[in-house]
Structures are given as C-alpha cells and as structure tokens.
C-alpha cells in the first residue's frame, strides 16, 4: 500500500508538473537568492505571557542581532487566523503589545500590527474574541486590515506556483522592518507552520479569496516559497512558542507548552530550528527542504544558536499521524 | 484607518448617516473610512442608501457603473481591472436601481459564465489512489462560484452569486439561470456544518467538524430564501443565537438579523444589539456599517429575497 510519501511527492510532481514543466530545474532567479553562509537564530526562555516579562525577553531577543530600527517603521504580523476560546491558534496578543512596546523602546518611530485572518471575515469579532482589540487600545497601536489593504503588483522571483505575480499590501512592502510572529504550530498540509507559512496573511483576500483560496489552489509548499521569495523588504520572525500547537495544527490541534520565543533574521534559519524544538526534522518538510536550497539556511551546520541551548527546550510533539515520518523521534501518545 | 467622523446629526438609522458622512468625493467607499474606493463597499453602501431613500445613492450608482468592465465584470478595485467575486454586490445593489438596465443583466451574464473548479485530474486520481488522504468530504463536482476565477466553489461568493442571480430572474433570460441557481442550492446544502449554519465552506477537515460562523451562515440562508423547505435552513436559523451569544460584531448582528428577517424569524432581540452597537461603531469597516444600515431598516425583507 503507498504511504504518505508517495502521496506527497505525487502531489508535489503532479503539481511541479502542472505549474513548471519538467524542464526548469531551478524554480528560483538569482534575485530571489537570500542564502547566506550562516545564519543565527536565538532561543529565549520565556515561561508565561506575563506582557511586562515579554517585553525584556523580546528586547533581548531584538538584541542579540544587528537590529537598527530607529526612524523606522516596523510592522508585526502576527497570526491571527480563527479564533476557538478552547484552543491556542493564534500569537499570544500579550506577546504582540509587548513586542510593540519592546520596538518603540528600540527607537521605533512606529510600530504597526497587521494581518489579513484567513479563515474568518469578521475582523471586529476576531479583534476582540482573541483579545487583541484590547491590547492594541491599550498600546495605540494601529491595527491595518490586510486583506483590504492598497496593493502594489509585485513579479514572483520564483516560478513554484506558476502564478506570476502577487498583489500585495502596501503595508508591508513600505516596512521599514517586517516582522513576521507566527504561533509554533504542526500544519496539518505543510507539517509545520512557522515564520514562512504565516506570510499567507499578508496575501490580501479580498483579490486571492478566503481562505487564501488562490494559494492553496496553486500549491500550498510553492505557495510558501514564491511569497517569501517576493518579499524583498527587511526582516525578523519572533515566535511565540511559549504555548505552542501540537497534532492537527493549525486550528484544532491541543496545547502543548514549550516556554520559549524563537528570534532570527533569516525565516528558513528560525522554522528549521522552530521544527526542531516540535522534534521535527526540517528538511523532511518539503518547503523548507527547498527554501534550503535558495532562501536561507536549515542545515544546523550552519545555524549559530544564541541565548539558550535548542536541545534545552527541545519538545516531543504529537503529528498527525501521515506526518509520523517527519518526527526525529516518535510522537508521544496524548496526555 | 482610524479618523474622527463627524456626522450631519442623528437620523433615525444612525448607520445610514454614517455612510452618507463617509461618502467619497467620487460617489464611492472603500473598505475603510479614507481609503479609495473599492466596489464591495460601494456596492453594499448604494444598495442601503438606496433601499433608505437617499437621494447620495445615485452617485454611488454612478461610480458602480463607471466601474463596470467591459465584460460585464466588476474589479475588487479599479485599479486592479480584473474581474472579481464582487461583480454579485454590485449586480445585487444595481437590482434595486435598474433591474433591467444593461449594467444588472450585463453583470448577470458575467456571473451565469464564472464557475468555480473541481480538484484538477491528478489530484481526483490521487484521491482515487489514496482515498484515505481525502482530507475533505465535500462534492467537489457541484459548482457554484469563486472567489477568484478559476478556483474553487465557497460558500460566500457563491451566497452572493445566487443572491444577485435570483433578484433578477425576470429580468435575464438565459438557459442557464435555474440549472445554476438550483446547484447554487445544492452546494450550499453539501456546505452546510454537521450541527447547522455555515463556515466559509468546510464542514469537515480531516474527519473532524468544523464550526458555522454567522456572517456566513447567514449570506447562505439569504441565498436560501426561497428554499425554507430545506433541511439546512431550518438547522441555520436554529443555531443562529447560540453563535450570536458569542459574537456581537455589528457584521454578524447585521447579517443575522437580515436573515432572520428574510425569513420571517423574529429579529427584534438582534436588531436591539445592533442598535446598541452602531452607537459605538468601531471596527470602522464600510462594508459593515452598510450591512447594519440595511438590517436596521424597519421592513424585515429589505433586501427583496423572500419571494425569490
């Protein structure tokens, strides 16, 4: 009987095949090349959502890179998908107010949060079921609707999908420095979902549908890759992964508490190591497999690890079980 | 975009002066109060401003029309020039105005032509292959329509579609309008979330359920409305407060109140929140306030769906 194997890697001829043709080797021009010789990824205790800890333990996450923000306009993305009050779907917004004041105290000269939810259309709902409309009262922040966004017409550097180009908001293609701030989840299609996968909600809706319909139509893995490929503005990814999200992730998977966040300029750099905190081995999941190749480094061999010890955190997450293959080590039975 | 509204002075639908105090200079809105404008808010806001009597809807009709590309489309933005899922709003608020003006019926035949995709031929074989990989139990043979040309059937986009579709039956004669409109219904029936009322089109993911939102839910009874005899109705309408328990957006209270109206449920207790909750607009999205101002309208079938 053919296993999950097979069937992703029909999936992903089948759909190489239809986007590509068999004789394009490299999907990727040299513009969208961003690997580097090393890069670094740092790892920061961080047990509770307590927003007043938060803000030290991102200010020293900021600070353990060559971060200049001042006169700087950064945006946060935080993922901010559904909302289930039983469930842990989205970045803690303790997490987010902190990081907005941790980036003002950097000099910021403003710090914007901006999502285009996937799922849901009810941004008022949303906004205040996760609690997020409240903190963005308390902080001032300003909260920029992406699915609605102005858009600018950007060319793919990549040709994964097929598609060509992306509209994409002007919110963030004008960052000053984009921070992408995903939930440590598993991704019941892509395995796992970290910093690259989260960039689906900048991808506005209103032209590409709910829930990103375009994108997954295109190729949920090729998707992943072209958008990160396209976008060409400054970086960072902070993860929350003090309550990460295990087994059928994204949205109805259980709890599980890592007590960490994950800081890094490179996103290839901070997935591989955020699979690697979930004991899932980064160059099984196909995306970041291939983002290894153009985008940016998974090889621990050349990852330099700051703050504490990834081996330190590291946690045995449950995963679906067609993804058992992934795991470095066999998924605990739930609690 | 967060900004100061000043409006002209209370009116009796407090959202309907909204929308008049937000108006563009050009005769449309955008999503949100001081973007340019876009058509889905238009669309919404001369369809309310219309159905309230308000002479400011005929330049809202002016911009949809300008609008309108030469296929019959409508883009999510002019400048985009793509046609778009929104084509169903603004056919819908046109209804109103020109029912059997070249506008509404050009549009209606652009939307008799949009069909959303089944899975590709590899993947229906892969699924024929690995069946136990199916991830969803949807018929992905019924068409409705899409978001975006060339994918896949939702629930909302094709809500709006059969919404637009069935205002102007007597207006558009063309073969395909009931064999569409009557898989309209179907896939809506096979979208329906196990325990009643729709998400944005996946009732079930991986074997697990997933639950109804009620904006969504209440485009498809809307949709519905002149299928109360089907069994999703009914479990529509029924779940309807439990969600509203949870969730008082002016979105979900407005387009639940519209379906409760359009269905001849009784929207007193919703429409007294909603009337509570314009009062402190705050989520500033257009399309929003344009919804409230039709579900406060006192005639319970403002939008004309209850006969079809």
Redesign the interface.
Known sequence: MADRRDFLKLMAGGAAAATMGCADPDPWTPAAVRKTDRSAVAVLPAPDYDEARLVEVVRDGIGMFDLDVRGRRVVLKPNLVEFDPRGVINTHPALVAATVEAFRLEGATEVVVAEGPGHRRDNEYLLEASGLGAQLRDTGARFVDLNHDAVRRVELKTSFTGLGHLYLPETVLDAGLFVSMPKLKTHHWAGVTLSMKNLFGIVPSAIYGWPKNVLHWAGLEGSILDINAALDVPRFNIVDGILGMEGNGPIQGEAREVGILLFGEDPVAVDATGARLMSIDPLAVGYLSKADAFLGNADDALLEQRGDSLESHRTNFRVLSMFEEMKTEPSAEPE | M?QTLEFRGIMPNLAVSHLIALQGQDGGWG??PG??S?T?ATALAALALQRAGEPAAGRAFDWLRAAQLDSGAWP?APV?AEP??VTSLAVFALSFDEPAGRSATNGARWLLAEEG?GA?W??NL?FR??PQ?K?VELDTDLTGW???T???S?V??TSYAMIALKRLRGHVRDARLEERLDEGDRLLVDRACVGGGW??GNPR??G?E??P????TAAALLALADRGELPPVAAGLGVVPAMLE??E????LSLCGLAFGTHGVDRTGVIERLEGRIEEW??G?VR?LAWAALALDERSDVLGLSNG
């Open positions: 967060a999503p949100y973007d340019p876009r889905e999510i985009l778009g899922w995709s590709t590899w993947v892969l292959l690995f990989r991830a899409p978001w975006a060339g994918t896949f939702w909302e986009p998400n944005y993911v991986l697990e997933l639950w939102y009620p904006d969504t949870e969730n957006s002016i979105l979900a705050s989520s999205e929003a």
